[in-house]
């Protein structure tokens, strides 16, 4: 069994900086790629960006320039560091990881249960 768990939400003012913090554990044989997802009301969930075991990055236009995702592969971790925060980027945002739990798995899609990002104007 696999578990993700964000930390780092809250409320913030415009301009302002948050740090995502997301920890996957369980069994876990290798992680493909860990990223994170936001979803505002009344709107479908989209990618905010994205990072490969091997370091690859993949970033949202909207976040690109203010937000970098970093990974810690021993850790099983993953961070998104978010600058110069807007209403717009309000939302839950979501830890995505495709991971295999054994050897012989195929790679599963796993997400955690969100944390609430609030940028008030």
């Known amino acids: 069994q696999v578990q993700l768990e964000e930390s780092g939400g809250g409320l913030v003012q415009a301009g302002g900086s948050l740090r995502l913090s997301c920890a996957a554990s369980?069994?876990?044989?290798?992680?493909?790629?860990m990223g994170w997802y936001r979803q505002a009301p009344g709107k479908q969930r989209e990618l905010v960006a994205l990072i490969t075991s091997g370091g690859s990055t993949t970033y949202a236009d909207s976040a690109k320039g203010r937000f970098t995702i970093s990974r810690d592969n021993a850790k099983n971790q993953v961070y998104l560091q978010m600058i110069t925060l807007k209403p717009e980027d309000t939302a839950v945002y979501y830890c995505?990881?495709?991971?295999?739990?054994?050897?012989?798995?195929?790679?599963?899609?796993?997400w955690g249960q969100g944390t609430q990002v609030t940028v008030s104007s």
């Open positions: 995505n990881a495709i991971l295999r739990s054994r050897s012989w798995d195929t790679p599963w899609n796993y």
């Open positions: 369980g069994t876990i044989f290798s992680i493909n790629a």
